[in-house]
């Protein structure tokens, strides 16, 4: 009996040494992409675009928490290309992230199976490609992941489910966008507002008196916009994968690469309505609409368009406070005595990074704390895992801004697993940014304007802190977060907003220690694709 019992144990760890700790219970679901380049108009200019398996935008994920995802991607482009999954924490397998520190791209027509679990995560995500500008051609998609049926939700469970991914489109197509960024040259306003990858009347179709829930992400790669249904105030419930206290909100910013879901009940007259996303901070301000239609309905929706912020700093950061945990829901596990007490934990470490637009060799460049990050060809990841010197060296930036110019490099944080560290953005710029971390969720503990200072810490949110991916710093502002750091490999901190990111405006962060264990990080995975000094090893 006991023997029996130490077998099963003993199967268990066997199962986790495999290519990743999957469970028997885990479903595994299976995709196929072919990625296509192919020729669409969506703001009336035809141009190329990016095609997954013919869809643009790409098809939506559909998982519960612990499914495992293989996923072979088939790079019909003349390209290099990846595609890193937002939000997912690829938990001990930094391998499977899809940025190029961590993964060689997949050549021209050629592929590769991406295999990772959506390990203990509930919420809503996407992804998208992380090479180039090639996300400004699309190739991008939603990701849902469901709570497993045993936990249960803080809210009603709702009717139906809408998926809302709202960003900014360039009509110049990604290759003309890299052009402009590699002469040395920043990039115009974007041209217009797409939702679902259309310009205008995107529509939502739902029954009166049922309560739908809209996953909403920004997938645009510069403006931040604000979201509102005309006539349907939104209960604001999860926050990329966190579940929020449940706040009404007749409009919400969301900033690039942000997700939130909100729960909408059709309780007004049978007819069309106005969804409109509008940009913020931005001049002149670029708006689109969609509709929501109540079934039976044969009236239009009628002007005028629900009006929104549109410059207002600080009613965005007002607003962003009200954005909270609810401290005793369940996430992705049963949470029975409320938990978080991430206020009570040691910072062990402290990270300002500050961040600005430089000129390097007589070209725009952004850099954070003097470095401006250029992508080795050796991936970072492999590079340690190889031990192959000379593509990065840890620590070489430092912790607090400095003077002097700006370098190109490939900067790399070395972060001791299961450290509590406080990272402060802070932006010196007229202009909003967005930063995001792979690998961990972050609580979000103040936002303030001017320059940061010790005594800007009396102004944390120690207590429920909305924990996320990505967060927004506003213009001459700083933001801090506090991450604990428990999953060991090598992260991108990048900025959301795709042409900073380009010329420089991100990070790795290597978080280890020096004990070889399956059980704190997988092994290479077999399929790796290897290049750069890691091409023979
Ligand atoms: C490429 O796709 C084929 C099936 O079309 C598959 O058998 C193979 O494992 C894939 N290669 C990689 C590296 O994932
Ligand atoms: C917080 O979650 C609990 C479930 O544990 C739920 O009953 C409650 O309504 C939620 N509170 C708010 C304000 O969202
Ligand atoms: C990087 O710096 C941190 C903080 O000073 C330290 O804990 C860590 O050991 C350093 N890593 C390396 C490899 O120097």
Redesign the pocket.
């Known amino acids: 009996m006991r023997r029996a019992i130490f077998l099963q144990f003993l199967l268990g760890i066997l199962a986790c040494f495999s290519v990743f700790c999957a469970n028997a219970e885990d479903a595994y679901r299976y995709y196929?992409w072919v990625v296509t380049e192919g020729i669409q108009a969506p703001l009336g200019v035809y141009q190329r675009v990016i095609l997954i398996n013919n869809q643009f935008p790409g098809p939506p994920i559909e998982a519960v928490t612990n499914d495992n995802m293989v996923i072979?991607v088939?790079n019909q482009l003349d390209e290099p290309f990846l595609i890193t999954w937002h939000g997912i924490k690829q938990r001990r397998t930094s391998w499977q992230d899809g940025v190029l520190g961590t993964n060689c791209p997949i050549p021209p027509h050629s592929?590769?199976?991406y295999k990772f679990q959506m390990k203990d995560q509930i919420g809503t995500y996407m992804y998208y490609p992380s090479t180039l500008m090639h996300r400004a051609a699309g190739g991008f998609g939603a990701i849902n992941i469901q709570q497993r049926s045993v936990i249960s939700i803080p809210y009603p469970a709702p009717y139906g489910e809408f998926t809302v991914l709202v960003g900014d489109w360039y009509k110049a197509g990604d290759k003309a966008l890299q052009k402009t960024l590699d002469s040395g040259l920043g990039l115009p306003l974007p041209d217009g507002l797409l939702i679902n990858g259309v310009h205008q009347s995107y529509t939502f179709t739902g029954q009166k008196g049922k309560t739908y829930k809209f996953r909403i992400t920004n997938v645009g790669i510069s403006t931040s916009i604000n979201f509102r249904i005309q006539g349907h105030p939104m209960t604001l419930i999860e926050v990329e994968g966190s579940h929020c206290l449940q706040e009404v909100y007749e409009s919400i910013d969301i900033h690039a690469g942000q997700s939130v879901a909100v729960l909408v009940t059709l309780l007004a007259s049978i007819k069309d309505y106005y969804i409109v996303a509008s940009t913020r901070f931005t001049k002149p301000i670029l708006t689109t609409t969609g509709i929501l239609r109540y079934e039976g309905s044969n009236t239009p929706a009628s002007l005028p368009l629900p009006i929104g912020p549109t410059y207002q700093v600080h009613w965005s950061m007002k607003q962003a406070r009200t954005i909270r945990l609810n401290l005793t829901a369940n996430a992705a596990r049963p949470n029975p005595q409320g938990s978080f007490h991430y206020g009570s934990i040691n910072v062990v470490r402290t990270l300002v990074l500050a961040n600005e637009k430089v000129n390097i060799n007589g070209k725009l460049r952004y850099a954070v704390n003097g470095i401006s990050y250029v992508d080795p060809t050796t991936p970072l990841k492999l590079a340690d895992w190889f031990n192959i010197p000379g593509v990065f060296t840890l620590n070489s930036t430092k912790d607090f801004p400095t003077s002097g110019p700006a370098v190109l490099g490939a900067c790399v944080f070395g972060i001791n697993l299961h450290d509590f560290v406080e990272i402060v953005f802070q932006n010196s710029e007229k202009t909003i940014q967005s930063w995001h971390l792979d690998g961990s969720s972050f609580y979000v503990v103040g936002y303030g304007s001017g320059e940061w200072t010790i005594d800007s810490r009396k102004s944390y949110n120690l207590a429920d802190a909305i924990s996320r991916h990505t967060v927004q710093v506003y213009p001459t502002s700083w933001t801090a977060i506090m991450v604990s750091f428990d999953n060991k490999g090598m992260w991108n901190l990048r900025s959301q907003l795709w042409p900073d990111r380009y010329l420089g405006k991100q990070l790795y962060l290597k978080v280890w220690d020096n004990e070889k264990s399956l059980f704190t990080e997988a092994d290479i995975p077999p399929?790796a694709?290897l290049c750069g000094k890691a091409t023979n090893l």
Request: charged fraction near 0%; avoid cysteine; charge should be neutral.
């Open positions: 196929t072979n088939i592929n590769w199976t399929n694709l």
